[in-house]
């Protein structure tokens, strides 16, 4: 029986599923490795001139956006859990020291996979509710991401 307390993913879920033409060890690199990940990070014209990433669970994975304008947007949690070159979870509901965030928005799911020649890149981000959810959809995940993803399948393909 179902729990009237849990939501479908569809209610909480965005996806972004992606063939990259890149080899999988290189999109984790880039995944991984603060200064490949400020070049890519974000859809140009913004940048992400600051990144910090402790790889192992419990670590910080913390992200500086910068917008057009100069605004900058710190975004700072933890990694949950890693398989390296295959998976990686992170979540804002935390920040270092498993400090509870004043307000959790996301948890990302990343997988990579081999595919032919390429990776299957699948991102899934889970919301806590339904409305951020509905939020991130109307900020532009699915151009951003998409646009993040031609980033980084070409500095993938720079580096491999």
Known sequence: MDSPHLDTAAEHELVL??????????????????????????????TTPAAEID??????????????????????GVILDLEPERRLVSTDAYRAGWRPSEKPFMTLVLTLDDEGEG????????????EDRARHEAMGFHSGWGQCADQLEALAKEIA
């Open 17 to 46: 599923d992606r063939l990259l033409a890149a080899p999988r060890p290189a999109i984790w690199r880039a995944w991984t490795q603060p200064e490949l990940l400020c070049r890519w990070f974000t859809p140009l014209p913004w």
């Open 55 to 76: 790889l192992r669970p419990g670590g910080a994975f913390n992200v500086t956006m910068r917008s057009p304008d100069g605004e900058e947007f710190p975004n700072e």
């Open 119 to 130: 990776t299957r890149y699948t991102a899934r981000v889970r919301h806590w509710s339904a």
